[in-house]
């Protein structure tokens, strides 16, 4: 069973930083292209960013240049390092990963089979 757990969330300042979490069980992370989603109230989830199997990775245009994702194969896990806070970035954060398609670059949620239970992320200003 593939379970997927965010962490890391919480309250930050405008301009401050923040590192969240996503362990993956019952999968390797590495295997699979790996996505990181948001949803803001009243808002539709976007695609924030992902980390092809390749290692190579895509940002949204709003986030690119402050947040950055990496993965520690060892510990299974991967993160979203985000800096440069707005307050528009608040939001539930949540990681998936899209077991049907190893070696794509998906960005639609919809590619993402499994998913997080997310993390709340509030910046404030």
Not at 16 to 36: D, F, H, K, Q
Not at 65 to 92: C, H, W
Not at 97 to 119: C, H, K, L, M
């Amino acid at each position: 069973q593939v379970q997927l757990v965010e962490s890391g969330g919480g309250l930050v300042q405008a301009g401050g930083s923040l590192r969240l979490s996503c362990a993956a069980s019952g999968r390797t992370l590495s295997g699979y292209p790996m996505g990181w989603f948001r949803q803001a109230p009243g808002k539709e989830r976007e695609f924030v960013g992902h980390m092809r199997r390749s290692g190579g990775t895509t940002y949204a245009r709003s986030v690119e240049g402050r947040f950055s994702i990496s993965r520690d194969n060892a510990k299974n896990t991967a993160y979203l390092q985000m800096s440069s806070l707005k307050p528009e970035d608040t939001a539930v954060y949540y990681c998936a990963i899209a077991t049907a398609t190893p070696w794509g670059a998906p960005r639609d949620r919809s590619e993402y089979n499994y998913w997080g239970q997310g993390t709340q992320v509030t910046v404030s200003s």
